[in-house]
């Protein structure tokens, strides 16, 4: 019998592919895991040289403008004081298509943040999407393989995306969404934006709390019908861009409305599931909105390679007042993002114009590399700790201790309802909206050839709402056996 076991490159087999290795149920992840170490190494070094994932972009600069003032959560400088303007820059983007590709195509939209703080640039890298596809970094290499081209035909493959889906029903809410009106927006400015994540707010007197970012458009939802989306996509494949840059050069100027939620750290342990989970929202009911200011972008690029494709965000690039999270998702982001940018830009890639402090002095040890474009530190210190006037560490910036335990082990969330959220969706659309879905959904999974996989994913949509798993069961003419 042929051994078809999955290895590491080294050739020693892995165990388990589908869970990072925590320090319990919710981690954190430890840095002992070489498997997951390796893959997201290994994912972002796979192109050359655009980014592996959210190559096409559009970007624009702005400023965010406090309107309410947080500081009982949050001790983050650029967020103290109702009226306070940081200037900012933003980078909408595909995920899957590669620097060429069309703008009107059905996927999610990234949504990166780059605020040039007094105490350091602050990034916050997100989606047009509150969810996502997967809640372990672990699975993201294999995730990204499935929305790219197949190695032998280079064709997109709805084997692989609805074979992988169909296999990882945590996916379930995300493709519910990416399949509504909403997975094709109209423009770049007719879109929410979400931090997706849980983050962690950290006030000056150290106490904390879980945050949610949700940026809602002032401009007003819109989404492009499939038909029109498609006709776009070849007529005029930077729509999306065009779009973007003229609003602005004429002066209508796009704006979003910041809210947060805001739960008690106390909460996660008891809320009804792990609020860590990016697969899942968190209930407005339970923690409200709460308006924080309003972002507005009015300045196009002067450059575009200098100043978009040059842009690097990292979840990574924290302020005082703003810290991780456990969630799996993003623990493993803070690695790859600026792995991705130290392949993909370069070692020294925060020194570029767009990417380095505005408002702040980067004042470090870390010297050379590829493509150093200042003066490299001059002469000052090159070591801490040094006796000679150099940079000190400061310990009132140390991030807020929590509390972790458990064995380390692969270990997967303990919360496994991947349905009811879906379903809750799914009962929140309008009869015109349902059929819309629907068709979207057969539309999608009609070339896939192997009924072994429909029929998989028809009983993930069942689980959600029984309406729903028979309507695309309906449309793609198979019969759902009980589930």
Request: net charge negative.
């Amino acid at each position: 019998m042929t051994n078809n076991n999955l290895t590491t490159s080294w050739g020693a087999p892995v165990g388990d592919n589908q869970n990072s290795l925590t320090a319990g149920p919710r981690g954190p992840v430890l840095i002992q895991d070489v498997h997951l170490l390796e893959k997201l190494a290994h994912f972002n070094r796979e192109r050359v040289p655009e980014r592996v994932v959210h190559a096409k972009g559009a970007g624009a600069h702005g400023y965010f403008e406090v309107t309410n003032d947080l500081s009982k959560y949050t001790k983050a400088a650029f967020l103290n004081s109702v009226g306070k303007r940081t200037p900012m820059f933003a980078r909408f983007s595909t995920v899957a298509g590669e620097l060429g590709s069309s703008d009107t195509v059905r996927d999610p939209r990234g949504f990166a943040l780059k605020f040039y703080t007094e105490e350091g640039n602050y990034d916050l890298v997100g989606n047009n999407t509150p969810v996502f596809f997967i809640r372990d970094a672990i699975k993201f290499p294999d995730f990204i393989h499935t929305q790219k081209r197949h190695p032998q035909t280079h064709l997109k493959s709805p084997n692989a995306v609805w074979d992988f889906w169909s296999l990882s029903p945590e996916s379930l809410h995300q493709v519910s969404i990416l399949m509504s009106d909403r997975g094709i927006p109209a423009t770049l400015r007719h879109m929410h934006g979400f931090g997706s994540h849980t983050f962690k707010w950290v006030n000056a007197e150290g106490q904390a709390v879980w945050v949610k970012y949700h940026f809602k458009t002032e401009q007003g939802i819109q989404n492009l019908d499939t038909e029109l989306a498609a006709k776009l996509a070849a007529d005029n494949p930077d729509y999306h861009t065009e779009d973007l840059f003229n609003a602005i050069d004429q002066g209508d100027f796009p704006v979003w409305k910041l809210h947060v939620q805001i739960m008690p750290l106390a909460d996660a342990n008891t809320y009804r599931f792990d609020p860590f989970d990016v697969t899942k929202v968190w209930s407005q009911k339970d923690y409200p909105l709460i308006e924080v200011g309003r972002m507005v972008l009015d300045r196009n690029p002067d450059n575009y390679f200098a100043e978009v494709e040059q842009a690097t965000f990292s979840p990574g690039s924290f302020v005082p007042g703003v810290e991780a999270s456990p969630d799996k998702m993003l623990q493993g982001r803070l690695f790859a993002y600026g792995d991705a940018h130290r392949y993909r830009v370069g070692a020294n890639h925060n020194a570029l114009p767009i990417n380095c402090p505005h408002a702040a002095k980067v004042n470090n040890n870390q010297r050379d590399g590829l493509m150093r474009p200042d003066n490299n530190g001059g002469s000052s210190v090159y070591y801490e700790p040094n006796s000679y006037g150099g940079a000190t560490e400061s310990p009132k910036h140390q991030p807020v201790a929590f509390e972790v335990s458990g064995q380390a082990d692969s270990v997967a969330y303990d919360e496994a309802d991947h349905y009811s959220q879906a379903g809750d969706l799914y009962r929140l659309l309008s009869k015109d909206e349902r059929t819309r879905l629907v068709q979207n959904i057969v539309g999608a999974m009609t070339p896939v050839d192997k009924d072994e996989i429909k029929l998989r994913q028809i009983a993930h949509f069942y689980k959600a709402d029984p309406e729903y798993g028979q309507r695309v069961a309906d449309g793609l003419g198979l019969y759902v056996p009980e589930v």
